[in-house]
């Protein structure tokens, strides 16, 4: 079944955010570009509670950077998404697509 | 040139809360994120505002973890709270056992010190209660590795819940007021200690994790 797992809705938004920030993601940027896009408070625990779960599916892989004083002598854990989380993510995608197909959505619950 | 801000650190009681709930394998990463965005808030937007954005972040982290803590291993954890409270059952009745044993092996000392007897039988009576609850809370924290903070709180959530029932079926309805409710207080001891249990063994494991090794 795992090969054709559907991403969870926060899920999803992580991938899309590891996407978009490339060689930049990490706890922080990906925590903050949520914030920004979605506009909402995310807790950094929701977001390695689920980064975890992707890693363990396969779907993100991790390494971490040099320790920075900033961070109190800590590394950074950076995050890129591997070709089997874009396949999800391309297989999440198509599926919703297909579920709001022909649905009018906005005029029709507004 | 350092800011005011570079001297400011995150509240402490918030760190340490963090850190007892925290994946030993993320400790590092999610305590780093916190501190950079911690000391970037305290710089743009001033301190008060950035430890009330760290204390939102400890509450929110806090119940993630133990949600995501008690979801990863369900049945480990609930064999240990389950076990928890049957040990819980079973050396609750200890220190009246062993009171009753003691004051009728040395009547004759008792009847001459009776103060003694009478602080035994009270004050002595709740101090056994914590100890041992406490301890269950270490057995519990110890069966369950590397949750010990989501069993023991289970286990004394668990516990304060079913004190709750008892207090709004019966007790608060049957008993006087002032007593009804040092009964309660007397009853959520315990769970409490289970939890402090719970937070020593935490405690100890980080200790242990973080010592170099090769000693």
Redesign the interface.
Known sequence: MSGRDYLGEFEHIIVLALLRLEDRA???TV??EIEFRIKR?V????V??TL?RLETKGYVKSH?GDP?P???G????FFRVTAKGVAAVNRTHRALQSMTEGLELIRSHS | MTSQADFVQPPRIAVWLVNLFIPAETAESILGDLLEEFSHLASNSGVVDARSWYWRQTAKTIVHLFGTGFRAAPWSTTAAVVGGYLLGSVVNGLPDKVLSAVTDRYLGYWSNHFQAYMFWATDGMWIAHLILSMLVGCMVALAAKGREMVATMTLGIVLCAMVGVAYFAWVAKHWPMNLALSWMLFQCAGPFAMIVGGVVVRRHRSAKRTQPSGA
Not at chain 1, 74 to 77: D, N, P, V, Y
């Open positions: 990490y706890g922080v925590r903050q408070e807790s950094i625990g929701a390695y509670a975890d971490h920075t900033e961070r109190g800590r590394s950074k854990r």
